[in-house]
């Protein structure tokens, strides 16, 4: 269904942000003076095509990949119903490369993706940063 509403020529989009702008899945930001305008939506896009990238971005949430972690790693920040649009953001961009250069194939990253890009010593100078502000005093050991 995804092919029927864009299509598979992907010539017309020379960039995947320009595919997402025209499904209207790209996140806006009007803000004037730190005030929010208007409503918290993408905008008007295809209806047809805005419910099946709904439809396998909540199938992909509950999957053991990178975009179910993904979505549920923003579905913890920020809500389920943004999470949805993330990851069908995240599709679509997939779906575009994938279309448009025949030689692509689709390498999932895994949903421990995320565990490897944390850098342990920024981890271990929040979690004693968090405990000082919270009264302790921290002394760390190497395990033996």
């Known amino acids: 269904m995804l092919i029927a509403e864009v299509g598979t020529d992907m010539g017309r989009f020379p960039t995947p942000g320009q595919l997402v702008s025209w499904a ?3 996140p806006g930001v009007k803000e004037s003076a730190g005030k929010q305008k208007g409503k918290a939506s993408t905008g008007r896009g295809n209806p047809y095509l805005a419910r099946v990238l709904g439809e396998a971005a909540a199938a992909a949430g509950r999957t ?3 975009l179910g972690e993904r979505s549920r790693r923003i579905a913890r920040r920020r809500g389920a119903k943004r999470a949805v649009v993330a990851v069908g953001r995240s599709i679509l961009i997939i779906v575009w490369y994938l279309l448009s250069d025949p030689d692509v194939r ?12 944390i850098n342990a010593d920024r981890k271990r100078r929040n979690h004693v940063r968090q405990l000082e502000a919270l009264g302790y005093k921290v002394t760390l ?3 033996a």
């Not at 895994?110 to 565990?115: L, V």
Request: aromatic share 24%; net charge negative; hydrophobic share 35%.
């Open 106 to 117: 689709f390498h999932d990253l895994g949903p421990g993706f995320y565990d490897t890009r």
């Open 64 to 66: 053991d990949t990178f």
């Open 141 to 143: 050991e190497p395990a």
């Open 24 to 26: 209207r899945f790209a």
